[in-house]
């Protein structure tokens, strides 16, 4: 719930952001997924980290597009699994911080 809290915050902050970027700016906001480094389950649906991470950063897009009328040809979904770690450390504390969403206002 925490989570659609700050979706909806920065779905906001995005809509009235954009009414400001002048209209020769082809902006995108891109969304990017990321895992720690444990793999996946043997029963998991992704195949991998990278799958996991694309399908963080995926569904965040569709909610934004579903729930805040985000127009889909200004969003953009990136997955980088684990291969950019905040913490290195194995403490469970610091593999909760690589398991994020970031955001990229930038031109296309």
């Given at each position: 719930?925490?989570?659609?809290?700050?979706?909806?915050?920065?779905?906001?902050?995005?809509?009235?952001?954009?009414?400001?970027?002048p209209e020769?700016?082809?902006?995108?906001?891109?969304?990017?997924?990321?895992?720690?480094?444990?793999?996946?389950?043997?029963?998991?649906?992704?195949?991998?980290?990278?799958?996991?991470?694309?399908?963080?950063?995926?569904?965040?897009?569709?909610?934004?597009?579903?729930?805040?009328?985000?127009d889909p040809?200004?969003?953009?979904?990136?997955?980088?699994?684990?291969?950019q770690p905040?913490?290195?450390?194995?403490?469970?504390?610091?593999?909760?911080?690589?398991?994020?969403?970031?955001?990229?206002?930038?031109?296309?």
């Amino acid at each position: 719930m925490e989570g659609k809290l700050q979706l909806d915050t920065i779905s906001n902050v995005l809509k009235d952001i954009s009414q400001k970027i002048p209209e020769d700016i082809n902006w995108v906001l891109r969304v990017d997924g990321h895992t720690d480094k444990t793999p996946v389950s043997k029963n998991s649906i992704f195949k991998d980290n990278w799958e996991l991470s694309q399908a963080r950063s995926l569904s965040v897009v569709k909610y934004m597009i579903a729930n805040h009328e985000i127009d889909p040809k200004r969003m953009s979904a990136a997955g980088f699994g684990e291969h950019q770690p905040i913490s290195s450390s194995n403490l469970k504390e610091d593999l909760a911080k690589n398991r994020r969403i970031e955001f990229k206002l930038t031109e296309r």
